[in-house]
Structure formats: structure tokens, C-alpha cells
């Protein structure tokens, strides 16, 4: 079994139950030959994500292969792929726009977004994830940067970049190319006519006080629209689906006695929207657990697997929301998503104003039939058919 094989995407907690039973390390190869490392065992993976020793910078790579290795120069000046100092100064530029205050003034506006998204909805029947899960982080998002809403090639464009399929290499480049040219015409505009938000506060920081360099600000707008819209698009998702496989749950929700924001910790616990860490290169021979990983070696660590160890989580496999979580989904160390604040919150208002407008949800198909998204990178479903009934005005659900 290889991290690239079929049966890990079609059941990934039972293959990798498997392999943490027999070690916490895994050597694998990529699609292209490349040797790589996984690790899926809690303890090891949660040591690993504050690993100094373990790089995001691919200049640390030891390898000859191109897997994940093809982002164009312009878009690759990221937070993902450095290392302090640079890593910390860019942090820092970027992490004013998501202080938990900042991200708190923006539910009366996330909000607004989601009942007008539901109120559209006049049938006995839709898609979720068409309704709700992927306009209400998009209308985020662009609203964040200031970008235009109505560019809808931003979800073709994440879906090419997240969904590789063999031979599809020249789709990821022209989805990169697009996104490129997309965003530099975006900057040019800020340049010209600011305002307040954050690629003109950015614009702003590399022309005035040359806190960034011209590289680095395309690929800090690039880093933002990519993975704060796919992350809470999935989040959304999978916490809707994890109420409507448990109605007992989505009782409680309705009584008040379970807050939302307990599903939505539970969700990124026991089906998270990116089931891998950022892969890292070790900076020298490293040995996690009995296995030596040698210095340039890439390591992908598996947070899907770590948030299901039965070592850390008693009933792993089980939807359980209320109970203490020390999940993994959005990392642990310098490198924790500063985007999880506003994950978070969206997706607490969308499952909360997802069960106000509707007193009645039911999955309209069997499992078995929802299509999950073929990738290793992201774990989302490319629909969600629900069965609905219009709510009584006047009714209320707790989000907190």
C-alpha cells in the first residue's frame, strides 16, 4: 500500500488504522518515484509539526523528482514554504488581518451572507455544499482580500490545483498561470483605487515600508484566496454530514444542549478538510519512532490518521461532539493556520443557519452514494443532497 493508492482515498480511517498498527513511520514513493515519508501515529505527528529540524523551505529537498514541486517562482513565496526569519516576518505582516477581534467583527456580515444564501432555496430538495458550503467562503474571502465575488474560476481553479488526476499536469500549470495573471491585475487595481482590506493593506506594506517583496505579496494573496476558501468549504461539508449521519445529534443542536461550535471542533477532529500537514524536508537524519528518516528526505504528516489514534482520542472512529479534543487539524507550533479563527467561525454560522431555516434534514441518498473528491490533499465531498422543509419564522439555534 502507497499514500497514492485508491483504497486509501475510498477509506482512509480503515487503512490508516492499519498502518498505525504497524509503525509510526512510513516509507512510501510519490507518483514520480520519489521516496517520502509518512507519519500517522498522534505522538509522533504532533512532535513533528513543531520539529525544527523539519523544513517547509523545498530548497532543503535531496531529490530529483518534481511531484508538488511545480508552482511557478511568483506564486511560491509563501508561508508554506519558509522558514523563520522569513517566515516569522511575513507572519506577522499577515496576522493583523486575522486577530480573533477582527474575525469577531465579521460574524453580523458572515452571517448576512448565509440566511441569504438559504432564504434562495424554495424547494424540497438541494445540494448543500451548491447552497451553502462553497458560496459562503468564497463571498468570505474575496470580501477579506477585496477581490470581486463573481470571478467563479477561483473554484475550477482550486479544485485543478487540489484534485491532481494522472496526466493532469498541464491543467495544474494553466490554473496557476490563470491565478497568476488573475491576482496581478488584482494588485495593479489596489494600487490605483485602496481600500480597506487586506491585499490593498498589503499593497500598501510593499510599496511604502518594503515589507514584502513584489514575489511575496502575489504569493501571500495566492496563499490566502487557495486555502482560506477550500479549507471552510470542506469544514462546512463534512460537519453537515456528520449531523445528518447522527439525527440524534442534530437534535440536541436544535435543543440548545449541544452548541454548534462543539460539532464544528468535533468535525475537524474526526474528518478534517486537509488530511496532511504541509510536507516538510528533514534538515538532517531524524529518527521518529524506529524508523531514520535522512537528511533531504520529505516527510508528509498525517493528521487525518493522527486525529483518529486511538493512543490520544478513546473511540476514535466515533462522532462524538462535547468531548476534549486535542486535534491536529489545523496544526500545532509556528506553523498553525492563522486562518483557523475565521474557519471556525464560518462554519459554526453556516451549520447554525443551516438548522434555523430547516427543521428537517435527511440526507437524500445513500452514503455509499456521495462523491468525495478523488485527492489525498483535501477530504470534501463534491456533493451533499439533503432533503429540506422551510422553518417557522421566529426559531433559534445556538451557535456557541
Not at 506594506?205 to 514575489?215: H, I, N, V
Not at 528533514?282 to 528526505?297: C, Q
Not at 464560518?346 to 443551516?354: K, N, R
Not at 462523491?371 to 470534501?380: E, I, L
Request: glycine letters at 6%; proline letters at 8%.
Amino acid at each position: 500500500m502507497t499514500l497514492f493508492d485508491r483504497s486509501l482515498l475510498e477509506s482512509p480511517s480503515a487503512t490508516y488504522a492499519r498502518l498505525r498498527d504497524s509503525a509510526a513511520v512510513h516509507r512510501t514513493t510519490t507518483p514520480d518515484g520519489e521516496p517520502l515519508w509518512v507519519i500517522t501515529r498522534y505522538r509522533e505527528a504532533r512532535a513533528s509539526l513543531a520539529d525544527g529540524r523539519l523544513s517547509l523551505d523545498k530548497a532543503n529537498a535531496k531529490t530529483s523528482g518534481t511531484y508538488q514541486s511545480s508552482m511557478p517562482p511568483e506564486l511560491d513565496a509563501h508561508l508554506l514554504n519558509m522558514d523563520p526569519p522569513d517566515h516569522t516576518r511575513l507572519r506577522s505582516l499577515i496576522s493583523r488581518a486575522f486577530t480573533p477581534r477582527r474575525i469577531a467583527a465579521l460574524r453580523t456580515r458572515i452571517q448576512a451572507m448565509a440566511d441569504a444564501l438559504l432564504a434562495t432555496q424554495v424547494g424540497p430538495s438541494m445540494d448543500l455544499m451548491q447552497t451553502l458550503a462553497v458560496p459562503l467562503p468564497m463571498g468570505v474571502i474575496c470580501e477579506l482580500l477585496g477581490i470581486p465575488e463573481d470571478n467563479h474560476d477561483f473554484r475550477a481553479w482550486t479544485d485543478t490545483l487540489l484534485s491532481p488526476s494522472a496526466g493532469s499536469a498541464a491543467d495544474s500549470r494553466a490554473a496557476m498561470r490563470q491565478m497568476h495573471q488573475f491576482l496581478t491585475g488584482v494588485i495593479q487595481d489596489k494600487r490605483s483605487h485602496p481600500s480597506d482590506d487586506l491585499l490593498s493593506a498589503l499593497t500598501h506594506a510593499r510599496d511604502d515600508r518594503g515589507s514584502l517583496t513584489e514575489q511575496e505579496l502575489l504569493s501571500l494573496a495566492f496563499l490566502t484566496l487557495f486555502a482560506g476558501y477550500d479549507n471552510a468549504v470542506h469544514l462546512i461539508g463534512n460537519a453537515a454530514l456528520g449531523l445528518l449521519l447522527h439525527p440524534q445529534l442534530m437534535h440536541q443542536v436544535r435543543q440548545r444542549s449541544l452548541p454548534v461550535r462543539a460539532v464544528v471542533e468535533e468535525t475537524l477532529r474526526w474528518n478534517p478538510p486537509f488530511p496532511l500537514a504541509v510536507r516538510r524536508f528533514a534538515l538532517e537524519d531524524i529518527t521518529i519512532g524506529d524508523t531514520v528518516i535522512p537528511a533531504g528526505g520529505r516527510v508528509w504528516i498525517s493528521i487525518a490518521s493522527a486525529n483518529r489514534d486511538d493512543r490520544e482520542f478513546p473511540s476514535p472512529d466515533s462522532f462524538t461532539p462535547g468531548c476534549p479534543s486535542t486535534h491536529l487539524a489545523f496544526g500545532h507550533g509556528i506553523h498553525y493556520c492563522l486562518g483557523a479563527p475565521l474557519a471556525r467561525l464560518e462554519a459554526e454560522i453556516a451549520i447554525g443557519s443551516l438548522l434555523e431555516h430547516f427543521p428537517a434534514l435527511e440526507l437524500a441518498v445513500p452514503l455509499g452514494d456521495l462523491a468525495w473528491w478523488p485527492s489525498f490533499h483535501k477530504r470534501g465531498l463534491r456533493s451533499l443532497p439533503v432533503w429540506t422543509r422551510p422553518l417557522k419564522p421566529g426559531t433559534a439555534v445556538a451557535q456557541g
